[in-house]
């Protein structure tokens, strides 16, 4: 068993590793992704061989060995990725779910189906290309199911996805409130070693009566009354509502609408340019007629 995974690092030819000392060129091994190979080659060895015929049967395992089959990743990683990317594929077209089914048993016996099309695609089976026609024939046939599941999984993505948006907001929010309260607390304790000092010192007579019950209730109160002036603000703001501001003399309402200030306005922001006597004596009749 060791011989073998020994067998798996070095050149199936000539035996070298990428870190013998006889390897002068420091030339990198290519596995052999063939199903049922995985054994490595040194580039010389390779140039070597394909030089001589387009394949070349590996001496270890006899698999045939091409260029487009050789690959600088390991065994492992080409396999990890085919299975990957044949499960993507195979599961965008068997998308059924567990309420699909009556019973649990048939539900698992379609998942044992599903696997079994995958296995033997990726690891190329003698069944894998009628394989791949029941996953074609599949599709045609239940094209119309097909999409409405993945219409109903996209809407679940989004759900599940704006469901994970209003936790990270929540989150921020309550972070933002504690670093809010944080601060508050901060200069609180500020405010209370100043008015500390200017007692020692003689500039005032005693501490004020709120910073004492904050700093006896852990600063607890001035946080509390912070939040409440806020909510108290934000309350009268809502229900009074926002205010333009009104032009010195107010608000004039009685105004009479004559020739010189429409066309006046019109110069000020009507977009009619000023130059253009017939645009304002037609803008002029369409006001007077309506």
């Known amino acids: 068993m060791d011989g073998d995974d020994d067998d798996l690092f070095r050149c199936a030819v000539c035996g070298i590793s990428e870190g013998d000392s006889s390897n002068f060129t420091q030339s990198n091994l290519q596995t052999n992704a063939a199903v049922g190979c995985g054994h490595q080659f040194c580039i010389p060895c390779v140039e070597r061989e394909l030089s001589r015929r387009k394949i070349f049967n590996c001496p270890i395992c006899d698999t045939p060995v091409k260029r487009v089959t ?27 779910v567990q309420s699909d089914f009556s019973t649990l048993v048939e539900y698992n016996n379609y998942l044992e189906e599903v696997e079994d099309i995958i296995w033997a695609i990726v690891n190329e089976e003698p069944n894998a290309e009628e394989m791949k026609d029941k996953i074609k024939k599949y599709e045609l046939q239940h094209k119309a199911e097909i999409a409405t599941r993945q219409s109903q999984r996209a809407d679940e993505d989004r759900s599940i996805a704006d469901r994970i948006a209003a936790e990270q907001r929540e989150t921020e929010r309550c972070k933002r ?7 508050i607390i901060a200069a609180a304790k ?15 007579e005693e501490v004020s009566k709120e910073l004492l019950d ?6 607890r109160n001035e946080i509390l009354k912070v939040q409440r002036n806020k909510k108290a603000q934000s309350e009268k703001y809502n229900q009074q509502g926002s205010k333009v501001r009104p032009p010195p003399g107010g608000f004039k309402n009685d105004i ?3 020739r010189a200030l429409y066309l006046k306005r019109q110069v000020a922001g009507g977009g009619i ?14 006001a007077v007629s309506t």
């Open 177 to 183: 409130e504690f670093l809010e309260e944080e601060k």
């Open 273 to 286: 340019p000023s130059g253009s006597l017939l645009s304002h004596e037609k803008n002029w009749d369409l």
């Open 256 to 258: 009479k609408m004559d």
């Open 214 to 219: 904050a700093q006896r209730t852990g600063y």
């Open 190 to 204: 500020r405010r209370f070693k100043q008015e500390s000092l200017q007692v020692s010192l003689g500039e005032r």
């Open 70 to 96: 050789l690959s600088t990743r390991s065994l492992d990683d080409i396999q990890c990725e085919k299975d990957t990317s044949w499960r993507r594929r195979v599961m965008k077209v068997y998308n059924k």
